[in-house]
């Protein structure tokens, strides 16, 4: 999996030095235009070199932060170019920002910024066109083969059927092994008929295939492990279905999970002491910073509840909820009413996409994550970070852990204001959705770490900005 995870990085490398000669070109181009046509007060190089390298530099610092550079991008052609509208435009806003803050230094003329936010926009769009579509620049897609063609191996037809979510690799076919489940297994995909003993190592040269799946539904006796090993050391990556799956939706099959992959695996709980040291001074530090910028919203927010039926209910703004914490400790977690009052007068019940309790304020601020923000003061307390598992009832945990294999696990680390299932995973509102969304809670818990955290957190504020909340 390392050689395949440095062509990743490889081709995010290359994306953003490729974006910032583009941009660098593009933006002196509209200078060089503009002082040929436009006759107006010269400008010093150093001027207009400034200029250009920050405005490049901010292009490339908000495509990362809205995830351009992502690998693991699931996103259509027209999010792509949504995306590349909003890191374009922020940079666009900073520059002027600063212009005005810095007077005359980084003013190079009147039409300059726009004409260069204009053709940067279609550039970047023309090119990652064809760098995602085409597989240009040397960074095509992985050619992969599939041993296996029974339920196993299905999971990679049902869960990756589009071309987004092949956009780093190619599967080249799918080889079905005894003691497959063929009538559970792949329908629509491209079987390859071969004996694997004798014919595989020709196949895998003939067609430069440069990944093996093992994804065969029973494995003792099945698989031509001396063909395996020499491909191996050929330079051929081999990987488990699980480790794939990992890799390129950025979940762990929950489904799939058996005890000597636990075993083997990196583990659920963190090695990084670094992390862990520091993990409090971090979260409330930037609970402080959020709190500064956040509070006359969160005042506003409070108003507009009681306005709406806090006056005439007598009910609070705020609503307390006993929620399972890191090592399954209880908890009260705070957030905005967004619901009726009698909204749980029946008992506890999964929220749903468009429940009918949620109030007309409720669901703006649900919308936009703004029900969450007193949780800043469970940060405070230690009881949550910012990043992590979203905490659940313990009233669900219960049921959780009886269906649902290795649910616990998500308890290992502090529950968070924002996590990778919320990025990932639109809404939950029953045990099928949990299950999908823990998918994504154990991917976090494996690979923890301070830049998935900023990864997040980054990728948290493209969610506010576009209002994607529940």
């Not at 002082?35 to 495509?63: A, C, E, K, R």
Request: glycine share 6%; net charge positive.
């Amino acid at each position: 999996m390392a050689f395949n995870n440095k062509k990743q990085n490889k081709r995010s490398n290359a994306l953003v030095i490729s974006d910032f000669i583009l941009v660098s070109y593009i933006t002196y181009l509209m200078y060089v235009i503009l002082d040929t046509y436009y006759v107006q007060t010269p400008v010093s190089t150093i001027q207009v070199l400034t200029t250009t390298f920050l405005f490049t530099l901010l292009i490339v610092i908000t495509s990362l932060s809205v995830g351009l550079y992502e690998s693991k991008l699931r996103e259509t052609f027209r999010g792509i170019i949504r995306r590349i509208f909003v890191s374009v435009g922020i940079a666009y806003f900073c520059i002027e920002i600063a212009s005005a803050a810095f007077g005359e230094f980084l003013k190079v003329h009147d039409y300059f910024l726009p004409a260069s936010a204009a053709v940067s926009i279609l550039t970047l769009v023309v090119f990652r066109y064809f760098t995602t579509r085409l597989g240009l620049m040397g960074l095509g897609k992985t050619r992969t083969l599939i041993i296996g063609a029974g339920e196993r191996a299905s999971i990679i037809e049902k869960r990756m059927r589009r071309d987004v979510d092949r956009i780093g690799f190619e599967i080249v076919g799918f080889i079905p092994v005894p003691g497959d489940n063929r009538e559970e297994g792949i329908k629509s995909e491209k079987i390859v008929h071969i004996k694997l003993e004798n014919n595989l190592r020709q196949f895998i040269m003939g067609n430069d295939i440069e990944e093996i799946v093992i994804a065969c539904d029973q494995r003792r006796g099945t698989l031509p492990l001396e063909a395996l090993f020499e491909c191996k050391l050929r330079g051929v990556e081999v990987t488990e279905l699980l480790d794939f799956m990992e890799r390129e939706t950025g979940q762990i099959v929950v489904n799939l999970m058996y005890p000597s992959w636990v075993i083997y695996s990196n583990g659920f709980s963190t090695q990084n002491y670094l992390r862990d040291s520091i993990d409090y001074f971090v979260n409330a530090t930037l609970a402080f910073v959020v709190l500064l910028l956040a509070w006359p919203f969160m005042l506003l927010t409070a108003l507009m509840i009681y306005i709406d039926d806090g006056f005439r209910t007598g009910t609070s703004v705020l609503y307390k909820q006993e929620r399972v914490g890191l090592n399954g400790k209880l908890f009260e977690i705070m957030k905005f009413r967004s619901m009726r009052p009698d909204a749980e007068i029946d008992g506890a019940k999964w929220a749903s996409k468009n429940d009918d309790r949620v109030t007309r304020i409720g669901q703006f601020i649900r919308k936009y994550r703004i029900d969450e923000l007193p949780q800043l003061f469970n940060v405070f307390k230690g009881e949550m970070a910012f990043i992590g598992p979203r905490p659940e009832r313990p009233e669900f945990v219960e049921q959780l852990v009886r269906e649902i294999p290795y649910y616990n696990q998500r308890h290992n680390v502090k529950p968070g204001l924002t996590g990778w299932a919320q990025l990932n995973y639109p809404y939950g509102s029953s045990v099928s959705d949990s299950m999908e969304k823990l998918k994504f809670d154990l991917y976090y818990v494996k690979h923890q770490s301070l830049l998935l955290d900023l990864l997040i957190l980054i990728r948290t504020t493209e969610v506010v900005l576009f209002g994607r909340g529940r």
